[in-house]
C-alpha cells in the first residue's frame, strides 16, 4: 500500500469511533483493532466499505418518509463520513433530493425537534463579544470553506432561525461529495440574532436564541465583528452567504465581495445555473439571448442576481447596459417594477421601467400597476422566470400566451421546495403541446414528453457552487467575480444534452455533477489567473491543483502517530 493511502493518527480507543472523520465502524480491520484498543468495542464481524454502503442504502430505504431518511442520512454523516459520503456519490439521484433540497427544508422546519449532535458553529448574538474565542478551536485550521446563513429566508419557508443551519450543513455536504473537498476543510455557521417566527419563539423545544430578531445598526456591527473575526482567523477562506433575506442579502455581498474571497449563492449562484440552463435552451431555440424579451416572476436578491447576471452577458454581444435592461422586466408582488416606485430597494432600482417604454411595448393602460398575467400580455416574452415561493402562479392562462406567441417558450419554475413551484412540469408540457424548453427548482417525477418518459431537469444551483468552490480553493484566488459565474455558466450549458439532440434534457444528469465541477473549477481556476485574481499556472498546473484537491469517500489504512 502506498503512504498516500496510509494514515498515522493519535486516537484509539472510544475516541476513535466517536471522530465522524476518523471512524470506519465494522470496516476497521483486525490489525487495527489491535493497534487501537477497539476488541469489544465493535461487532467481531471485519466488513469493508461496499458491504456497508450496501447496509446503509437498505436501512435508508426502510425508512416511512423523507424526513426519517433526513434524519438517518445526517446520524450517518455525525458517525461516519466516509461512508456517507461514499453512499451519497452511489446514490446521487435518490439521496441529493433527500439531504439538500426539497428534504432538507422540512429539516430546518424540525430542526429543534430532531436535534441529535452539534454540527458547525452557532454564534448567537449575545456571544458577539466571544467571536475570537469560538472559531480558535484546533480543530478548525485547515478550514477553506465556510457557509453561513441567519435562518431569516429558508428556501420558500421563511424564518426558520436557528433551524437555518440545516442549510450550511447540506450545503457543505455538497461541496464535499460533488467537487471532492474534504469535509475536514467545511464549516457550517449560524449566526443566530433572533428570529421573528412567534411559533419558535413559543415552542418550548426550540434551540435557538428566544429574542425577536436584531436589526438595523446592531444587526449590521454584528455581522462585521463576524467578517472581521473571518478574516483573522481564516485569511485564505471562501465565505458563502446562504438566506438572508432580500434587504440584507445584496446589502452584504456589496459591502464585502471586495474586502474578502466570498459570494451569496441565493444571488449569484442561482443566477448562474440558470444562466447555464437558459444557454442550453437559446442553444436548441438558435435564437441569440440579446433577441429574448424576459419576464422574473420576483425581484429579491435572486430575481436581481438572475437579472444582473443576464444583463453582463447580454452585454458581450457588443449593446448597451441600457439597451440590455430593455428586454428585461421584473414583477414583484405589487406587479411590474416600474421606474422611481417608492418601494424599490437600491438593487432593484435600475431594473424599473419608465412610462415611455411601457408605451413603446404596448402598454394601453395609464395603470400605475401591472399583473404578471398582463405583463406577459402585453411584453410577450419568450422566457419567463420564477422566483417567488407562490405556488402555481404560472397559470394555464399566463403558460397559453406564451405557447401562442412562441415556437419554443422558455419557462423556469424555480422555486423550492416543491410545495412552493409556480407551475407542475406537466402541466407545462400539456399547456404546451411539449414544446416547452423548461427547468425546475425542486426535483419532480419524471414526465411524458412528446410520447417518452423524461426527467424533469432540476436547475438546482449545485450544478454550480461546488464546481466554482474547488476552482477558487485550487487557484488560491483572492476575490470572486461575476466572470467566474460567467464562465461556469458558459461550461455547465457545454455539457449539456439538448447540444446533441434538440429533444434531450437540457442539463446533464446528477450522476454527471463531479465530472462537470471538475470542468467548471478548471474554467474558474482560469478566469482567476486571467484576471490577475491569482497566482499565474499553466492550464496542466491547474489541472494537477484540482486533482490533488479531489478528496475520494475511501478508507484509509490507519497506523499509530509515533
Known sequence: MSDKKILHIEQDHYSLLLSSLLNKGTAFTKKERDLFKLHGLLPPYIGNLSQQKKRSSEACKSKGSDLERYIYLRDLQDSNETLFYALILEHIDELLPIIYTPTVGLGCQRFSQIFRRPRGVFISYPLRHQLDEILSHKRFDGIRVIVVSDGERILGLGDQGAGGMGIPIGKLALYSALAGIHPRETLPILLDVGTDNEDLINDPLYLGWKNKRIRGKAYYNFIDQFVQAVKKRFPNVLLQWEDFAKSNATRLLESYKDKICTFNDDIQGTAAVVLGTLLS???????????????????????????????????????????????IYLVDNLGLVRENAPHLLPFQKKFGKSQSQLQKDGFKSKKTSFSLKETIKFVKPSILIGVTGQANLFTKEIVKMMANDHKRPIIFPLSNPTSCSEANPADLI????????????????????????????????????????????????????????????????????????????????????RKIAVKIAFEVAKEAIRSNNAKKRTDKQIEVKIQERLWEPVYMEYRKKK
Open 281 to 327: 435552451a437559446i442553444q436548441v431555440t438558435q435564437i441569440p439571448i440579446d433577441k429574448h424579451k424576459i419576464v422574473i416572476a420576483g425581484a429579491g436578491s435572486a430575481g436581481c442576481g438572475i437579472a444582473n447576471l443576464l444583463v453582463t452577458l447580454i452585454k458581450e454581444s457588443g449593446i448597451s447596459e441600457e439597451e440590455a435592461l430593455s428586454g
Open 430 to 513: 400539456k399547456w404546451t403541446d411539449g414544446r416547452v424548453l423548461m427547468g425546475t427548482g425542486s426535483p419532480f417525477p419524471c414526465v411524458i414528453k412528446n410520447g417518452k418518459q423524461q426527467r424533469v431537469d432540476q436547475t438546482n444551483n449545485s450544478y454550480i457552487f461546488p464546481g466554482l468552490g474547488l476552482g477558487i480553493i485550487a487557484s488560491e484566488a483572492k476575490r470572486v467575480t461575476e466572470e467566474m459565474f460567467i464562465v461556469a455558466a458558459k461550461t455547465l450549458a457545454k455539457h449539456s444534452p439538448s447540444k446533441k439532440n434538440p429533444h434531450a434534457n437540457l442539463l446533464p444528469p446528477l450522476t454527471e455533477s
